[in-house]
């Protein structure tokens, strides 16, 4: 009936509980697997001395060219030195050259893009049109020419492939710049009179820097390559140096014994992948749209 009262109805605990926080899952398997791989190398780099049987610059020369066996475990090269100490201490100079390299390209690269894009005008005209000559040219010719022209040598490598690497660093922090300065927050601190300084250190890089800390992941790879590349044509490493690229050029003209230039290279491969990984699984993991997917 229309005049007939309802009953009141009042909800109980369980209707007034706050809904439940969505569990955020775990990160995926590409950055376990790239953490793993990573992880383990960087293990050998560190405690390479002890791992190697022999040292990487003994010469038997009555046991060149020996296959694997329980004694040489990746074989002998030309000189009878033995693969397996040299692979596991070039790994203390390939990775931690790459490492090294794009951190430097990384901090200039940061530097210039965010002043570029914070600045705006005509700064950011002059410095995009460096950028853009740099990024006008391969990489890897771009760094066999400035290698060519210092000298070979694994110092002048690595400034070339800082040379090469820095500008695609400025590029993406300047688009990162560009978006952040546009946030709420960030017009509020301007219209509050914080410096510029501030401003873009306190409010746009940080929150600029994910895409950054991908990219950079991913380049060590292409370092690696880079620097067996111009250790392979003979403009990084100087043999006798157990670095990947180097070995691998002793072998290039020996197929019959395969496993001179096989396991510097699967070396070259597994590391790079694992740093593959381990990009892909951190822009999954730093990317908020792919993290909750």
Same mark, same amino acid.
């Given at each position: ?7 009141l ?10 809904p ?8 995926g398997?590409a950055?376990w697997?790239g953490?793993v791989i990573?992880g383990a190398w960087?293990?050998v780099?560190?405690? /390479?001395p002890? +791992? &190697?049987p022999?040292?990487p610059?003994?010469?038997d020369?009555m046991?060149? $060219?020996?296959? @694997?066996?329980a ?10 030195r ?11 100079i390939t ?6 390299v794009?951190?430097v390209?990384?901090a ?5 893009g ?5 600045a705006?005008?005509?700064?950011d005209?002059?410095?995009?049109r460096i950028v853009?000559?740099?990024?006008a040219?391969?990489?890897i010719?771009?760094a066999m020419?400035i290698t060519a ?5 694994l110092?002048h490598?690595m400034?070339a492939i800082?040379?090469?690497a820095?500008a695609?660093?400025?590029r993406?922090?300047? /688009?990162q710049? +560009? &978006?952040?300065?546009?946030n709420d ?6 219209? $509050?009179?914080? @410096?510029a300084?501030?401003v873009l250190l306190?409010?746009v890089l ?12 991913l ?6 390559i880079l620097?067996a590349?111009l250790?392979?044509?003979g403009?990084?490493a100087?043999?006798?140096a ?8 002793a072998?290039q ?9 096989t396991?510097p290279?699967?070396?070259i491969?597994s590391v790079?992948?694992g740093?593959n990984?381990l990009?892909?699984?951190l ?5 908020p749209?792919?993290?909750?997917a």
């Amino acid at each position: 009936m229309a005049g007939e009262a309802r009953p009141l109805v009042i909800p109980g605990p369980a209707a007034l509980a706050r809904p439940a926080r969505r569990v955020r899952p775990l990160p995926g398997t590409a950055l376990w697997t790239g953490a793993v791989i990573v992880g383990a190398w960087a293990l050998v780099a560190a405690f /390479g001395p002890l +791992l &190697a049987p022999h040292s990487p610059l003994d010469l038997d020369v009555m046991n060149r $060219l020996q296959p @694997p066996s329980a004694g040489h475990p990746f074989g002998t090269d030309e000189a009878g030195r033995d693969n397996f100490s040299r692979v596991v201490y070039g790994a203390r100079i390939t990775i931690p050259v790459a490492v090294g390299v794009i951190v430097v390209a990384s901090a200039i690269g940061v530097g210039v893009g965010g002043v570029s894009g914070y600045a705006g005008g005509r700064t950011d005209e002059v410095l995009m049109r460096i950028v853009d000559v740099v990024l006008a040219f391969p990489s890897i010719v771009l760094a066999m020419a400035i290698t060519a022209a210092l000298g070979p040598g694994l110092p002048h490598a690595m400034l070339a492939i800082v040379l090469v690497a820095w500008a695609e660093f400025s590029r993406l922090m300047r /688009g990162q710049v +560009l &978006a952040a300065k546009a946030n709420d927050y960030v017009l509020a601190a301007r219209a $509050l009179g914080a @410096p510029a300084w501030r401003v873009l250190l306190r409010h746009v890089l940080p929150n600029a820097f994910p895409p950054v800390v991908v990219k950079g992941t991913l380049d060590i790879g292409n370092a690696i390559i880079l620097t067996a590349a111009l250790s392979f044509i003979g403009l990084g490493a100087i043999p006798p140096a157990p670095e990947w690229g180097a070995m691998i050029a002793a072998g290039q003209t020996k197929f019959e014994y395969w496993w001179v230039a096989t396991f510097p290279g699967l070396a070259i491969l597994s590391v790079v992948l694992g740093f593959n990984f381990l990009g892909d699984g951190l822009q999954d993991l730093l990317n908020p749209r792919l993290r909750d997917a």
